[in-house]
């Protein structure tokens, strides 16, 4: 089969609202060439020692995204279409470039292109992914992830996800209840489980995320804890129970369009974790949640990119 592959030169302010974008218009997967991830690599001890500063230079500040589409996609509608949506996108964020041309290539040459840019990463200091055909061996009581993006979003690499693993490993207790809103590859419902969460549902309106996940679930053998869907939130089912714990690591528009919802799937005392959100929009997800019973718990900032834990006062 061949693809037509389109590539977008942006920042690492926008890249993952890019990839939210170009999944959500049809793309048979998505990858990313982070030089700034690279970069990070080289820098802890023992990489790339052999790395020079001509080497450095040489990768360059915009991270390239490379997106791939069906043969059959009408190729100029399509490309009207990814203009119209970084146009709208650049309203909010720097998209840098934008936009650079696209190719025909076969499916073989780019299925695993992308492997080479995922290594073994800490996202906090005691969790760990670890892609499935890379080896990395367990120290003390690390918790360990395995995944495999597929051809769905979230790596673990970016901050939102980050940001949202360190407060799921401070606010999900033993026995709770989570949904995860947007949950793309699983990742912050799998964590949610190795942290001791009786039940998560997962939810994405991404039907190859809903694929993806529920294998992630399987490899990481909590599949029997972790119900992935294909929906929102309003689709979960808490007739038994509402939730303790609601992640949501999507984009600020979605954040505030959901606020009036959220109170009636979550315990009182829960916690509401968020992230996807600039800075420039920061306050308006505040405003949107404190209308609405809850209370700003912690914030936390890192890059351009912000999350937030709200406890709920009262739930509906």
Not at 15 to 33: H, K, N, P, R
Request: charge should be negative; charged fraction near 30%.
């Amino acid at each position: 089969m061949k693809w037509n592959e389109i590539k977008i030169k942006t920042t690492e302010e926008a890249y993952d609202a890019i990839s939210e974008m170009l999944t959500s218009i049809g793309s048979g997967g998505v990858a990313i060439e982070d030089p700034n991830e690279i970069k990070r690599e080289i820098e802890k001890p023992n990489t790339l020692d052999y790395a020079d500063d001509e080497f450095l230079n040489s990768l360059g500040e915009d991270i390239i995204i490379k997106a791939y589409f069906p043969e059959d996609r009408n190729i100029t509608e399509l490309v009207g279409l990814i203009k119209e949506k970084l146009n709208f996108i650049s309203e909010f964020l720097d998209v840098g470039e934008g936009y650079q041309g696209y190719r025909e290539m076969n499916e073989q040459d780019w299925a695993n292109e992308w492997k080479k840019y995922y290594k073994p990463d800490y996202i906090t200091s005691s969790i760990v992914i670890k892609p499935t055909w890379e080896q990395y061996t367990k120290k003390g009581s690390e918790l360990v992830i395995e995944l495999d993006p597929g051809m769905a979003f979230g790596t673990g690499s970016h901050e939102t996800t980050r940001m949202c693993a360190q407060l799921l490993e401070k606010y999900v207790k033993e026995g709770d209840r989570v949904i995860d809103v947007g949950c793309g590859t699983g990742i912050l419902s799998i964590i949610s489980a190795k942290l001791g969460a009786s039940y998560v549902a997962a939810v994405d309106i991404d039907s190859v995320a809903v694929k993806v996940a529920r294998e992630n679930c399987r490899i990481n053998h909590v599949e029997e804890t972790i119900d992935v869907s294909e929906g929102v939130l309003t689709d979960v089912d808490i007739e038994e129970q509402k939730a303790d714990v609601i992640v949501a690591n999507i984009i600020a528009s979605v954040i505030v369009d959901i606020a009036e919802a959220v109170p009636r799937y979550i315990k009182k005392g829960g916690y509401f974790i968020t992230s996807g959100i600039i800075k420039e929009r920061k306050q308006e997800v505040i405003d949107a949640y404190t209308g609405r019973n809850f209370v700003p718990e912690e914030v936390i900032e890192t890059g351009e990119w912000v999350a937030m834990a709200f406890r709920c006062l009262d739930s509906l």
